[in-house]
C-alpha cells in the first residue's frame, strides 16, 4: 500500500449561501488546489459527495465540477451517503491513491438546501433514516436523537446541562473560525431556554441546515515530498455499518460503526485513542458527541458529560473536540461535512488554523457519520 498524504485543503464559508451549488464546489476546489500549489491538470481522479443536489437542480455533479476546472476528461466518483457521504468518499479517494491507482485525486464535498426552508429540508433528511420504521412513521432526526439523548440522560445520571455544555463549548470554537455558520457565544441558560425542538433537545442543541463547500487535495507520500513541505499524512481509515435503524440495535446509547471503524483506523494506524492530540466528531446534536467521544474510545461508558464538565473536551483541554466548532457552530452541510473536518485537520497540523490551534497538536481524528450512525468512516492523520 502506499502512503497516502494531503497537500491542501479549501472550504467556502459554511452557512446561509447565495451561489449556486456547482459555484460553491468550484470556489472549494479551486482553493484546495491552490492551496496545493498544482495545476488542475494534474489531478487525476475526483471524488464527490453530495446527498440532495436534486434541491439545486444538479445532481451528477462529478462531471459538473471537472468540466468547470477545466479537466472533463478526468473520471469521477459521485457519492451519497447521507450526512456520512464526505468521510465515505474521501475513503475512497484515500483507498484508490493507497492502492496505486492514481498518484494526486480531488475530493469535494458540497450541499445546498437552505433555499427550501426547514420544511422541505426536515422532510428530505428523514429519507436518509430507515424510512419505513422511522421517517415515515414521523420520526425526523432530531426526534430520533431526542430519543437517545433520553435514553442517555436516564442510563448515565447525566442533565440537560451537560448536553447545553457541549453546545457552548462548541460555539466558543466556533466564533474563532471565520468560515463557521453561527458564530456567536453562548451560555448555558441560552441552551436550556432555547425553544424545545424535539425533548429534551433544545434549539441550541441542534445543528444547522448549511450550505457550503469543501475540498481536499489527495496524493502519494512521493508526489507530496516531491512537491511541498507543508503536507500531512493519512495514517488510519476504518469504516463501520449500524442496523439503519435505531429499533435494530441493541443499545441506543452507542453507535456500532463508530466503534467498528474507530478499531479499524487504530489498527491501521498503530495508535491508542490515547494518542490523539484533538478530534473532529460528528456532533449533529450536543448528545451524539457525548457519545461519539465513548464509541471513539476518548471516555468510558457514561463518563463523557463528566468530561464536558471538567473542561477535558475544550481547546485547552487533553483531548479537544471539535476545535473548529463542529457541526453544532461550524455548519452542517450534509455532503461537505466529512471533507470539512479533513480540511480542519490539514489546517490544524499544518499551522493554519489561528486562534484555534491545538498547542503542540501531531495527531488528529475525523468521525463522520450518515443518518443515526448507520454509516461511519474514521480517519486518522499526522503531521510530518
Ligand atoms: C433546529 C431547527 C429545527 C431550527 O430550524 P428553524 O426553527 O426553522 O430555524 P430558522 O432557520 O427559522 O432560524 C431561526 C433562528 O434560529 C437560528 N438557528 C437555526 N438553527 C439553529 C441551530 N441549530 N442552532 C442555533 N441557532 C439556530 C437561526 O440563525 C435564526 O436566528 P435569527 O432569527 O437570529 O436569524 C433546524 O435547524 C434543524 O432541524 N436542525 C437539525 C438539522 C438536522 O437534522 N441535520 C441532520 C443531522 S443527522
Not at 143 to 157: D, I, V
Amino acid at each position: 500500500m502506499e502512503k497516502v498524504c494531503i497537500i491542501g485543503a479549501g472550504s467556502t464559508k459554511y452557512g446561509k449561501l447565495a451561489d449556486s451549488i456547482t459555484d460553491i464546489a468550484l470556489q472549494a476546489s479551486v482553493d484546495a488546489i491552490e492551496s496545493a500549489g498544482i495545476e488542475p491538470k494534474q489531478i487525476q481522479a475526483g471524488y464527490i459527495s453530495n446527498v440532495f443536489g436534486i434541491a439545486d437542480k444538479q445532481v451528477h455533479l462529478g462531471p459538473v465540477i471537472m468540466s468547470n476546472l477545466g479537466i472533463p476528461e478526468v473520471p469521477s466518483l459521485s457519492i451519497e451517503s447521507a450526512c456520512g457521504s464526505g468521510s465515505i468518499s474521501f475513503r475512497e479517494a484515500f483507498a484508490n491513491v493507497a492502492a496505486g491507482f492514481y498518484d494526486v485525486v480531488l475530493a469535494t464535498g458540497v450541499e445546498k438546501v437552505t433555499h427550501t426552508g426547514t420544511e422541505w429540508t426536515t422532510t428530505y433528511f428523514s429519507y436518509c433514516s430507515d424510512f419505513f420504521y422511522e421517517g415515515g412513521a414521523g420520526a425526523s432526526f432530531p426526534g430520533l436523537f431526542a430519543s437517545m439523548a433520553r435514553a442517555y440522560l436516564a442510563e448515565y445520571k447525566a442533565t440537560e446541562e451537560d448536553l447545553a455544555m457541549v453546545a457552548v463549548k462548541n460555539h466558543d470554537n466556533g466564533v474563532l473560525n471565520p468560515k463557521a455558520h453561527l458564530r456567536k457565544k453562548i451560555t448555558v441558560d441560552d441552551v436550556l431556554k432555547s425553544a424545545v425542538v424535539a425533548s429534551p433537545l433544545k434549539l441550541y442543541d441542534c445543528c444547522p441546515f448549511s450550505d457550503g463547500a469543501s475540498s481536499v487535495i489527495l496524493c502519494s507520500e512521493k508526489f507530496a515530498k516531491a512537491h511541498t513541505k507543508n503536507y500531512i499524512e493519512v495514517i488510519g481509515s476504518g469504516r463501520g455499518g449500524s442496523p439503519a435503524a435505531l429499533q435494530g440495535r441493541a443499545h441506543i446509547t452507542e453507535i456500532p460503526s463508530t466503534k467498528i471503524a474507530a478499531q479499524a483506523a487504530y489498527k491501521m494506524a498503530g495508535i491508542t485513542p490515547k494518542d490523539v492530540d484533538f478530534a473532529e466528531v460528528h456532533d449533529c446534536f450536543t448528545i451524539a458527541e457525548l457519545v461519539d467521544s465513548e464509541d471513539l474510545g476518548f471516555f468510558e461508558k457514561g463518563k463523557a458529560a463528566q468530561a464536558v464538565r471538567e473542561g477535558r473536551t475544550k481547546l485547552n483541554g487533553d483531548i479537544p473536540i471539535n476545535p473548529s466548532g463542529g457541526l453544532k457552530s461550524k455548519g452542517h452541510p450534509i455532503g461537505a461535512t466529512g471533507i470539512g473536518q479533513v480540511a480542519e485537520v490539514f489546517d490544524q497540523l499544518t499551522g493554519k488554523a489561528g486562534e484555534r490551534t491545538v498547542k503542540d497538536a501531531q495527531i488528529g481524528l475525523t468521525h463522520n457519520f450518515g443518518a443515526t450512525g448507520a454509516s461511519c468512516a474514521v480517519h486518522i492523520f499526522k503531521s510530518v
